[in-house]
């Protein structure tokens, strides 16, 4: 797959520069058989609108459930988190649906797509919830995302017939569909062979060139240097926030 | 050995759970000890046949089903004749009357035994000797032969205290004929029915030469090449034929083409209940099959906790059968506990019907023989091969299951998401199933619990607080009837005046109010006629209104709390020859004299043959409503005319008594001015007015306790099945519900969605549910009636009941998943 370099608005960055995502002194505990696990701890942190991060750290130092609170999943147990904007504490359950609907794309490292529906089923799935969206426009945005992850010849299979590789384009193809302000992907190569791996990896590159925010967790340290900055969590706290230099060029 | 170790497993996975495993224990304890149950129930009662020596099945031959009054019906002793000479279906054939006969010297104590007349071929028939003197032989039948006795063991060992020389001895019977003991039957020989004592039936009977009012009923045995849907097609075409040689006068016999029925003796003696033991049985499969589900549900949802585990060992390379028998041996556990729990929840419900039934013929002492219920082999049989079949049915739904399910998937994604299409669809069928079985079983349950309550507790419109009621037999040496000579006024006159003398000497007595004199008591009875109002006779005889007809003596209403309306009560003009008035009751007046002209109307018995002009009844008075008859169908007993009995001078009539005091006290009482006015009179079925409106109602009565236990257990199985379905189904797609979340769906859109798919199963299995209640109450329907008030509640609130019941279901494991933040959700396992 080759990156169209002139669609590319090179001073996106630059215009967007606005906070979309803020995090003050956020905490997470969760309780479960007379356990207190801390899974964060005082956790601060600022996303501008275009930035391509990822999240490194050992396992269950809390990516996941960084990128849970982020996502309106889940609520952080102390802190303050600011999304576009908006204040989210005392949002009412269906606040949250709406702003996950139109503003946040997941990305699982299970796919999780329902096999109950067919691959264009799936990716509209997120557009139903939308009262705004006429069916043939619903259509449109899906032949859209259909085209941006290469998979509009098996809009009308089942995830079931589809390769590990395909199901997670699908699922990325779903994420972005709706246009989010914010991309969370949560080891989204994590179950996929180092082939498929890249053909995920640079379809998010590519979406960040068109302008997408993107906040990913992985494992892997090649993946992490593809985004332009790093966070790295160790024990529920960020011990590492730094900019990579080599961005660019591993890009192209 | 690798087998001990997965026992192990077994034991060790229900023994972590207690809670589970109980549960599932009971449900199928319950439901195999109701199989069970049932099963040796109708087994006993119903489906085995009678067999002597030669094996061969008995049945009985007699009149058409009477469906009004829900009672056997004779035939014509001549018709039975013909049938046994004219055909070749029957090998052999014996006839029998059941009836009743006093012993006791002249001026001493009368008792009264159950007598069986029969023919003498009774004890070939069996095969049966007695154990002492002779049989019947076919000379006992002539005219003029030796009135003579086969008594029973039990006779002889308790009234005659087991005398040695007892055969040959005359004894006296029915007042002060003489009879011949010449036999004595052994003990525990009860047939046709249970009786203390054989008579021979008359030469008339056993060899009518023309077509007489004789009743008879028949034992038979058809010849070996004859099965028993030939025999019915023999007896159609004998109908047919007994129709058309029949004179107007008798053209009423064979109504519709239907007289002579056979059935399996066992079936004949209860045919009134067939269909509410069919109903019965078919309730019970249905909770069988319930629990069933149920239980296969719970172990279903047991495997899907564990699926993962069970991936690994696929992964690991266990064998197929090998897997499978590990899901088996929980199921085998359970089962089989269940069952040896089921065994004794069988037999102590067997205990208590033997004591219901034993309680239904305390007084009179008709018990059929056979009905004395105990778990046989065949019984366990049964529960050994329904063990077998729920281990498989439990054990193989999750078993198959799982071993379906795409265990790549699984193990790659390591999430539930994997769960196949099948495993979905499995748990979908198992909603419909669950639902229509639900809706089946609860539906028919309620239907016969109503109808079996509520005709328990009609109210017959009598009181029955310190009322006494016994029947009364005169003897025919001392009350002769003989009918078209001139004397058979002065008879009818004689007869009468025995009642009022006895009821002169009863009020005498100071513990009694009043006595009254009916041929059946409210409560009791019921015999249905077509009557015709003059000048509105309908075309055909049969859609003229029809009444129930009793005898009754006058001026002693008010010894049942009955009341005159209108008009007047009988007296004594009623009592002349000829006199023609009649007593309505106020339903008739209601229906069909809504002007309040009943008094002064005319009515007349409604038959084929209207040659009779002349015989007008006068209605002289309105009287309060009671009702008689069959408590499943209150048709004959809705309409209700009287006669005077004092022109008329029944020969056994049934008396009640108004006492104060003690009741052991107006006992003696009664006996004592019976032995007053005449010690020949035969006294029998003392007992409360309350037992005796009860006796017909226990059977139903107990049965539709067993409805009532169907039900709570319908009920029980419906709602926890239901509930784990629901939940299950849910709990299966939490995942999903956390990824449609993630994407953006809204709390009531996910509600919805749960809602849409169980209404979708809902009006599937209702309608299925529905649809096969009604097939089953079309199979009851023949012998049992349901108002329209009971089919509603039945059809309509059950369903509702379920509706809720799956909303609810759905509802609550949904909103507990939605409750928690998406993230749980998404993370489920
Ligand atoms: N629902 C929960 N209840 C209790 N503890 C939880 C829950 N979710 C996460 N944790 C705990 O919080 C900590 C952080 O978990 P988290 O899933 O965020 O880790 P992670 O960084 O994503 O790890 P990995 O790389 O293995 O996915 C862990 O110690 C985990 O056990
Ligand atoms: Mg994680």
Redesign the interface.
């Known amino acids: 797959m080759s990156i169209d370099a002139t669609s590319t608005n090179p001073n996106a960055e630059k215009v967007n520069d606005l906070p979309i995502v803020q995090l003050i002194g956020i905490n997470k505990v969760f309780y479960a058989d007379d356990l207190e696990t801390h899974a964060l701890n005082d956790v601060n942190l600022q996303i501008t609108k275009g930035e391509y991060i990822s999240i490194t750290g050992p396992s269950g130092c809390g990516k996941s459930t960084l990128l ?1 609170l982020l ?1 309106l ?3 952080a147990t102390g802190g303050e988190y600011t999304l576009a904007g908006h204040n989210t504490h005392g949002l009412s ?2 606040e949250r ?6 503003e ?1 794309g ?1 990305v ?1 490292q ?7 529906l067919s691959v264009a089923e799936n990716i509209e ?2 557009l139903t ?1 939308r009262n705004d969206i006429s069916k043939a426009l619903r259509q449109s945005m899906v032949e859209d995302a259909l085209q941006k992850v290469d998979m509009q010849h098996r809009a009308n299979h089942y995830p ?1 017939q589809l390769s ?1 590789g395909q199901q997670q384009r699908v699922a990325v193809a ?1 994420a972005i569909a709706g246009n989010p302000s914010l991309i969370l992907a949560d080891e989204p190569t994590g ?1 996929l062979d180092s082939k498929n791996a890249a053909v995920v990896m640079s379809l998010l590159d590519q979406l960040h060139q068109q302008g997408a925010t993107i906040c990913m967790v992985t494992h892997d340290p090649k993946s992490a240097l593809r985004a332009q900055r790093t966070i790295e969590i160790f024990d529920g706290k960020i011990v590492v926030d730094q900019i990579n230099e080599v961005t660019q060029a591993i890009a192209v | 050995m690798s087998v001990a170790i997965d026992i192990k497993y077994a034991a060790r996975l229900l023994a972590k759970k207690p809670r589970f495993t109980a549960l599932t224990i009971l449900i199928v304890a319950i439901g195999l000890g109701l199989t069970l149950y049932t099963y040796s129930l109708l087994n006993q009662l119903l489906f085995s046949d009678i067999k002597f020596a030669d094996n061969k099945p008995v049945y009985i031959i007699e009149g058409t089903y009477d469906k009004t009054h829900l009672e056997r019906r004779e035939a014509n002793a001549i018709d039975l004749y013909n049938l046994k000479n004219d055909t070749s279906i029957i090998d052999e054939l014996g006839l029998y009357v059941e009836g009743t006969t006093f012993v006791g010297e002249p001026g001493g104590t009368l008792r009264k035994f159950n007598a069986s007349y029969v023919s003498s071929n009774l004890f070939s028939f069996t095969g049966i000797k007695p154990m002492l003197g002779r049989s019947l032989l076919p000379s006992d039948h002539e005219d003029g032969a030796e009135e003579v006795l086969v008594i029973g063991y039990d006779m002889w060992q308790g009234y005659f205290n087991g005398e040695q020389d007892i055969v040959g001895k005359t004894v006296s019977i029915d007042g002060d004929d003489p009879a011949k003991i010449v036999g004595i039957m052994p003990q525990g020989f009860a047939f046709p029915a249970i009786a203390d004592m054989w008579q021979p039936l008359d030469e008339e009977a056993i060899a009518p030469t023309k077509r007489n009012r004789r009743w008879v009923s028949s034992f038979v045995k058809l010849k070996d090449s004859i099965s028993l849907n030939e025999a019915r097609s023999v007896l159609k075409t004998t109908n047919l034929s007994i129709a058309n040689s029949l004179d107007d006068n008798w053209r009423w016999l064979v109504d519709d083409g239907e007289y002579l029925t056979i059935e399996p003796m066992k079936k004949a003696h209860l045919l009134q209940y067939h269909g509410m033991f069919i109903a019965l049985m078919f309730v019970v499969i249905l909770i069988l099959a319930l629990a069933c589900i149920n239980v296969g549900n719970l172990l279903l949802s047991r495997v899907n906790e564990r699926i993962k585990e069970v991936a690994v060992r696929i992964a690991l390379g266990v064998p197929q059968q090998r897997l499978i028998l590990q899901m088996l041996l929980e199921s085998i556990f359970i089962c089989s506990i269940g069952g040896i729990l089921g065994l004794l929840l069988a037999g102590y419900g067997l205990d208590i019907t033997n004591s219901v039934l034993r309680d239904i013929f305390k007084i009179d002492g008709y018990m059929p023989y056979w009905w004395s219920l105990a778990i046989d082999g065949s019984g366990i049989a049964l529960l050994v091969a329904t063990v077998i079949l729920m281990i498989v049915v439990t054990g193989l739904i999750p078993a198959t299951q799982s071993l379906r399910s795409d265990f790549n998937a699984l193990l790659r994604d390591g999430t539930r998401g994997a769960l196949s299409k099948r495993a979905a669809r499995t748990t979908k069928v198992l909603v419909v199933s669950e639902i229509i079985l639900s809706c089946v079983v609860l539906i028919m349950a309620s239907i016969i619990l109503i109808s079996t309550y509520s005709a328990s507790n009609a109210d017959y419109g009598v009181e029955t607080e310190n009322r006494l009621t016994a029947t009364l037999q005169l003897p025919p040496s001392e009350f002769e009837i003989r009918s078209d000579t001139e004397f058979e006024y002065e008879d009818r006159l004689r007869r009468s005046a025995f009642y009022y003398a006895l009821k002169d000497e009863l009020t005498r007595r100071d513990n009694i109010e009043n006595a009254i004199f009916m041929t059946q008591l409210p409560g009791t009875g019921g015999g249905t006629s077509y009557f015709e109002i003059e000048g509105r006779a309908a075309e055909v005889f049969d859609e003229n209104p029809y009444s129930n007809n009793e005898g009754i003596s006058h001026g002693e209403l008010n010894t049942l709390g009955m009341r005159v309306v209108d008009g007047r009560d009988f007296n004594f003009q009623d009592a002349e020859d000829g006199a023609r008035s009649i007593l309505v009751n106020e339903s008739i007046a209601r229906d069909f004299f809504p002007e309040g002209d009943a008094v002064g109307s005319r009515v007349r018995r409604a038959s084929q043959a209207q040659e009779n002009t002349n015989d007008w009844f006068t209605i002289v008075g309105v009287v309060s409503d009671t009702f008689h008859g069959s408590l499943m169908d209150i048709s004959s007993a809705q309409y209700n005319t009287y006669h005077s009995m004092d022109n008329w001078g029944p020969w056994r009539m049934q008396i009640a008594l108004h006492y104060v005091g003690h009741e052991q006290l107006a006992r003696n009482t009664l006996i004592d001015a019976i032995n007053t006015v005449n010690s020949n009179v035969g006294m029998y079925n003392l007992q409360s007015y309350n037992e005796l409106i009860k006796k017909p109602t226990l059977l139903i009565a107990s049965v539709s306790k067993i409805f009532l236990i169907c039900g709570i257990v319908a009920a029980f199985l419906a709602a926890s099945g239901i509930y784990a379905v629901a939940a299950n189904s849910v709990q299966q797609r939490t995942q999903e519900i956390g990824v449609r979340r993630a994407l953006g769906a809204p709390d009531n859109l996910i509600v919805r969605m749960f809602i849409v798919q169980a209404s979708w199963q809902l009006i599937v299995g209702v309608c299925a549910g529905i649809g096969i209640s009604l097939w089953l109450i079309s199979l009851m329907s023949s012998t049992m009636v349901f108002s329209l008030n009971t089919l509603i509640v039945a059809m309509v609130g059950m369903p509702l009941i379920i509706v809720f019941m799956v909303l609810l279901a759905t509802l609550v494991p949904t909103k507990r998943v939605i409750e928690k933040e998406p993230a749980y959700a998404l993370h489920y396992n």
């Open positions: 849970s996502g999943l889940d609520t359950r269906e649906a709406a702003i996950r609907n139109k946040i997941f699982f299970a796919f999780n797509l329902i096999s109950d799935l997120p919830y079931s590990g779903r179950n």
